[in-house]
């Protein structure tokens, strides 16, 4: 009975330390996964702010060109 509580027991530690092992793998893929969801939104939000700005410059006439439209004479003719 002793030698099966202490096969049993052994068993249960080396279970336990693979699971250990396993969780602590599990934690460095999250730590990973969140630094590149970081530097994911960062760059969402670049890329958001610049196309922002992008629109914004966009609807800017520039003096020039307020002139040509007036004239009726577009950017394209």
Do not use: C, W, Y
């Amino acid at each position: 009975m002793k030698e099966q509580l202490q096969h049993r027991l052994k068993e249960l530690e080396a279970e336990f330390a693979s699971g250990q092992q396993v969780l602590a793998e599990l934690e460095t893929k999250k730590a990973n996964i969140q630094q590149t969801l970081l530097r994911i939104e960062g760059a969402i939000q670049v890329l958001t702010e610049e196309l922002a700005k992008a629109e914004s410059e966009n609807h800017v006439v520039p003096e020039a060109a307020a002139v040509d439209l007036e004239a009726g004479v577009t950017p394209n003719s």
